[in-house]
């Protein structure tokens, strides 16, 4: 099973951005995504955004498009997570995930991060 490992988390100030990224132990099959998905304190785990294995192809959560932007460095195994002008309700555990390319159901990834936080202050 493929290892994920977020980094670049951290506490700012609202309207900073931040990017966050999420190094793969291997190469993504081509039936997969790597995608980002955040949990909120109380609050289900939402998707925000996925990306193909080429990295050719990004989708969004319906609520994150405008300030959040998946890309990929195919090279490294490496996703990013770029969110602008962040706002206190940005708040929230920010997770890598393997799975189905497509999709935005939890029950379709099966490969997990441990996360990072990122904590927006007013």
């Known amino acids: 099973q493929v290892q994920l490992v977020e980094s670049g988390g951290g506490s700012v100030q609202a309207g900073e951005s931040l990017r966050l990224s999420c190094t793969a132990s291997?190469?993504?099959?081509?039936?997969?995504?790597l995608a980002w998905f955040r949990q909120a304190p109380g609050k289900e785990r939402e998707f925000v955004a996925g990306?193909?294995?080429?990295?050719?192809?990004?989708y969004y959560g319906d609520s994150m498009k405008g300030r959040f932007t998946i890309s990929k460095d195919k090279a490294k195994n490496t996703v990013y997570l770029r969110i602008n002008d962040l706002t206190p309700e940005d708040t929230a555990v920010y997770y890598c995930?393997?799975?189905?390319?497509?999709?935005?159901?939890?029950?379709?990834?099966?490969?997990w991060g441990r996360g990072a936080q990122v904590t927006v202050s007013s």
């Open positions: 291997r190469r993504t099959p081509s039936s997969n995504t």
């Open positions: 995930a393997e799975g189905l390319y497509g999709s935005e159901e939890v029950e379709d990834f099966d490969s």
């Open positions: 990306i193909s294995s080429e990295g050719a192809i990004a």
